[in-house]
């Protein structure tokens, strides 16, 4: 079956443009996570959805990263004014169980880079 | 809390040697502990995972983790090497929400 996609998979901004990143999840899967991978970096943790529930976005660095999951599937990771230090790759997975304690699984990421 | 610690962020081995990585955490409650790697230009992909039971887990390409409780530690090993282990390899414990390593690179030499 279908795992995680993303799109889309490279992004070039120049400084001050918004972006939006999507992410589609397995379909079923009721946990879905976005997460934030610097260069020479682990992913860290960014925002948490269960369905269209939007849980846990501590790990949002700024006002600026706006995420949203309105139907519990398809969900959009959206950057306003995007500035040098927001590149990096933006990692998404998803998981069947809430909180994804078991398993996630994740996309290829796409890499972002403000020029 | 939780975090995770992964020593040598550099690791080299040669093809056929057996192959350590290691991984320390912190957790205030009982853990979930998972290993994955990632290629490059790819996503990070499911090696192994401890939930609960038998503390010696087995994942896939001939990798194998421990859960040493007293030692806080998931070391991942593999017996023999191969060339297409050379990847990123990444450390992680469950707790609210996922806490990664900043990851070790496999170098294997011919």
């Known amino acids: 079956g279908a795992g995680v996609s993303q799109s889309p998979r490279y992004k070039v901004a120049k400084r001050g443009q918004d972006v939006a990143l999507r992410c589609d999840p397995i379909?079923?899967?009721?946990?879905l996570f976005w997460y934030q991978q610097a260069l020479g970096q682990g992913p860290e943790f960014l925002t948490y959805?269960?369905?269209?529930?939007?849980?846990?976005k501590s790990g949002l660095p700024s006002d600026r990263f706006f995420a949203e999951r309105p139907e519990g599937s398809v969900s959009t990771l959206k950057i306003q004014r995007t500035q040098q230090e927001d590149s990096a790759v933006y990692l998404c997975?998803?998981?069947?169980?809430?909180?994804?304690?078991?398993?996630?699984?994740f996309g290829p990421g796409t890499r972002l880079t403000v020029t | 809390a939780q975090s995770v610690t992964q020593l040598g962020s550099h690791v080299s081995v040669s093809e056929g040697a057996l192959v350590l990585l290691r991984c320390n955490y912190s957790?205030?409650?009982?853990?979930?502990l998972f290993w994955y790697v990632q290629y490059p230009n790819q996503g990070l992909q499911l090696l192994l995972k401890?939930?609960?039971?038998?503390?010696l887990v087995k994942g896939i390409n001939g990798f194998e983790a421990e859960f040493k409780k007293s030692e806080t530690s998931f070391h991942l090993t593999k017996p023999s090497a191969h060339m297409s282990d050379a990847a990123e390899y990444f450390c992680?414990?469950?707790?609210?929400?996922?806490?990664f390593g900043t990851g070790t690179s496999l170098t294997v030499i011919p």
């Open positions: 957790s205030s409650v009982p853990p979930y």
């Open positions: 992680a414990v469950n707790g609210n929400q996922f806490y």
């Open positions: 997975a998803s998981s069947l169980t809430k909180r994804g304690h078991y398993e996630q699984y």
């Open positions: 401890y939930t609960t039971g038998a503390t």
């Open positions: 959805f269960q369905n269209e529930a939007q849980l846990d």
């Open positions: 379909s079923g899967h009721v946990s």
